[in-house]
């Protein structure tokens, strides 16, 4: 009679060495060095993060130069992908961007969907009014408007912090800010090195100030899709390069000059993002 436990222990252990010899399943990482192309995340309307200038062809900006040392550093060519804010979880979902570059905050209710690089931008959220409008304390926010870019991560703090404010979303940063100029809204919320530049290349820059006592703890890094291990330490190990050499550094003295850069890009700590 045939030894059936010695049949299971044969085809078992031949099952075994097979597996052992077959290539690993290729993952996002192996995917873009093979295509010598990396999907890249963009908006036009986003400066100094990520914006396209007219006549241009490309985006480009603080987010954008950081992916192309990225791309540098895989040794592939980039290809960007223009979206809105509110399709950025959604391209990388569904694999029309592999890598997100558009100053997006990084909150624990995204990385439910997505996950993220090492923060590369450490600025606070922070509230900008016209001097002549009045506000100076955020008490002062009750039955006004408030600008805010579509797709923030903010709308609950906002209405916590004041029940009756009055949230108006715009399709981008410099519709915001105009509204704010133009006082068809009263104030625009953003993270601080944003509003600060903003103001500064405006014609008249001393027209604006920001709200002191409200202040929201905000870092933004470059979006990843989820479970993709490999993809994420590459990219977090081509910023931490960056940081080490100097790079970035000069890379934010280029699109926030006069801005004290009063962060570096560090390793998360175990169990954030």
């Known amino acids: 009679m045939r030894n059936i ?3 299971i222990t044969t085809t078992t252990i031949g099952l075994t060495l097979l ?15 093979t295509d010598g192309v990396l999907l890249v995340g963009v908006t036009d309307s986003s400066p100094p993060f990520s914006a396209r200038k007219s006549g241009e062809a490309e985006s480009t900006g603080y987010d954008v130069d950081l ?3 990225v791309a540098t550093k895989l040794g592939v060519k980039i290809q960007q992908v223009t979206l809105r804010n509110q399709d950025r979880i959604t391209f990388l979902q569904e694999g029309k961007a592999q ?7 990084r909150t624990a209710e995204r990385a439910k969907s ?10 606070p959220h922070k509230i900008i009014v016209r001097k002549d409008s009045g506000i100076t ?13 579509k797709g923030a991560s903010v709308d609950d703090e906002l209405k916590a912090a004041v029940p009756t404010i009055q949230l108006v979303n715009y399709d981008n940063y410099a519709l915001c800010f105009q509204a704010v100029k133009e006082k068809r809204a009263m104030s625009f919320l953003a993270d601080e090195v944003l ?6 290349n405006d014609p008249k820059p001393d027209d604006f100030m920001l709200v002191a006592d409200y202040v929201g703890p905000r870092t933004s890094g470059f979006g990843i899709p989820k479970n993709e291990p490999r993809f994420k330490a590459f990219v977090n190990e081509a910023l ?11 890379i934010f003295s280029t699109w926030f000059p006069g801005a004290k850069r009063s962060f570096k890009i560090i390793p998360d700590k175990p169990g954030t993002f």
């Open 99 to 105: 890598l997100v570059a558009v100053g997006m905050s």
């Open 114 to 123: 997505i996950d993220f690089s090492y923060a590369y931008l450490d600025s």
């Open 195 to 200: 509003l600060l530049s903003m103001a500064q």
């Open 240 to 250: 931490i390069e960056l940081e080490t050499s100097g790079e970035a550094d000069k």
């Open 19 to 33: 597996l052992s010899l077959a290539p690993a399943q290729a993952d996002l990482l192996d995917k873009i060095k």
């Open 5 to 7: 436990s010695s049949t």
């Open 67 to 69: 992916a192309k040392r």
């Open 137 to 149: 304390s955020m008490n002062q926010r009750a039955g006004n408007t408030l600008a805010l870019n």
